[in-house]
């Protein structure tokens, strides 16, 4: 008994010690869609659109469904000026609805944000600022009504 409570008290701390060695991998690795939106959440079919200004690439904002649930979940997931808060939203809307959206100053993400959308239609949409003086606003997703099941 002691030898395997032994054997898993160095497992951990080996893992511990390789997150703590490339926290930058961690960091990323903390922020997929599944992760932000929980468990039974799977990415749809149209479901990945580039949030841009410009040419400039900010992140990607998401949607993604639960089967079991009838849930549909918006998150926008920064991939420029992480670590820095700025202003970051994502919105999702059932047709016939009105919009629900999370919106403030985030590091890493904006959401999740869940609505039951089961036989229903769904749009979705993000933004976000950069720090420099311009503050350009950066922004994507799906104008139109989709994932109709």
């Known amino acids: 008994m002691i030898k395997t409570a032994t054997k898993?008290?160095?497992a951990a701390t080996l893992a511990a010690g390789a997150l703590m060695?490339?926290?930058?991998?961690?960091?990323?690795?903390a922020y997929t869609p599944e992760g932000v939106c929980g468990a039974g959440f799977s990415k749809v079919k149209d479901g990945t659109r580039a949030v841009k200004s410009g040419k400039d690439l900010y992140g990607h904002v998401y949607l993604l469904y639960n089967r079991r649930t009838g849930y549909n979940c918006a998150t926008?997931?920064?991939t420029a000026f992480r670590?820095?808060?700025?202003?970051?939203s994502v919105t999702l809307q059932v047709e016939g609805q009105k919009p629900k959206s999370?919106?403030?100053?985030?590091?890493?993400?904006?959401?999740p944000v869940?609505?039951?959308a089961d036989g229903d239609c769904v749009r979705y949409s993000g933004?976000?600022?950069?720090?420099?003086?311009?503050q350009a606003h950066a922004s994507g997703g799906r104008k139109t009504y989709g994932n109709c099941k």
């Not at 670590?83 to 970051?88: D, F, I, P, V």
């Not at 999370?102 to 904006?110: I, M, N, V, W």
């Not at 933004?127 to 311009?134: A, E, K």
């Open 8 to 10: 898993v008290a160095i």
């Open 21 to 29: 060695a490339n926290p930058a991998h961690a960091v990323a690795a």
């Open 76 to 78: 926008l997931i920064k």
């Open 83 to 88: 670590r820095t808060a700025t202003t970051t």
């Open 102 to 111: 999370d919106t403030g100053r985030f590091k890493y993400y904006a959401g």
């Open 114 to 116: 869940k609505l039951k």
């Open 127 to 134: 933004y976000t600022t950069d720090t420099r003086i311009d």
